[in-house]
């Protein structure tokens, strides 16, 4: 049988590399698994009956519950998530406090997507004045992907963000709020409500894992094939040498 002699050097650069790709692999399939719990928490909730925004403060993982509220939008101090496509196009996210009268709570609600084509035009909503009876449901981000500066050095609203975080809104505002988003249902106020539950789906990051352990193995692979294929290189070089010398 061959000696397997890959070299100092690729032995280093698999002893890098390896561990590193099957990380990633394995965190692929753990994202995997976690999308698939959220999907099957999303489905199992929306067939409750809505929750008043009262218990919602109640309940210890409130993702996904659908809530009834009664109350007014203010107009006053809106958010636009921006940086969201829809069918290739340019647009923001509109986000509106909302005061429910029943429980005096603040929560921030996403009224759905609008199209902005031109930057160098405002983004055109309207915000009822009248009290509304909305149905909405909670979204909370797998991942703490959201923040918001609680400051607002020029003091103009709306506020174009890339990115939110109710809990910063509500110390912005000095107000009692609720600490997730929650996402419109149609309705009254409603524009373009198409949002995934989740933004990549399971398949996706198993897709990925695969990927990513066909890297490793291919690593191997090469690392296998290098030291037995090193060794016989050398083995040509030596008898060449040899047949020069006796020359």
Request: neutral net charge; glycine residues 8%.
């Amino acid at each position: 049988m061959k000696p397997f002699r890959p070299g100092l050097i690729p032995t280093l650069v698999v002893l890098a590399l390896l561990p590193g790709l099957i990380a990633l692999g394995c965190w692929q399939l753990r994202r995997a698994d976690e999308k698939r719990d959220l999907l099957a928490t999303y489905t199992e909730r929306q067939i409750e009956a809505p929750v008043t925004a009262d218990r919602l403060r109640q309940l210890p993982d409130p993702a996904f519950y659908p809530v009834h509220l009664y109350g007014r939008f203010d107009a006053g101090h809106s958010l636009l998530l921006d940086n969201q496509m829809r069918d290739g196009k340019a647009g923001v996210e509109l986000l509106q406090p909302f005061h429910d009268q029943a429980s005096g709570l603040w929560l921030l609600v996403n009224r759905g997507w609008l199209a902005w084509p031109d930057r160098r035009v405002p983004v055109r909503f309207d915000t009822p004045s009248q009290a509304l009876a909305l149905d909405a449901t909670v979204y909370v981000p797998p991942g703490k992907t959201f923040q918001l500066h609680p400051d607002n050095p020029d003091g103009q609203w709306p506020q174009l963000l890339t990115a939110i975080e109710p809990v910063g809104l509500w110390q912005q505002l000095g107000r009692e709020g609720f600490a997730q988003e929650l996402r419109l249902q149609p309705g009254p106020a409603a524009y373009r409500l198409d949002w995934p539950v989740v933004a990549m789906g399971p398949e996706k990051h198993q897709g990925y894992a695969v990927q990513w352990f066909a890297l490793a193995s291919a690593l191997v692979l090469l690392y296998l094939y290098f030291g037995w294929h090193h060794n016989d290189k050398e083995n040509r070089h030596g008898r060449r040498h040899e047949s020069t010398g006796r020359a």
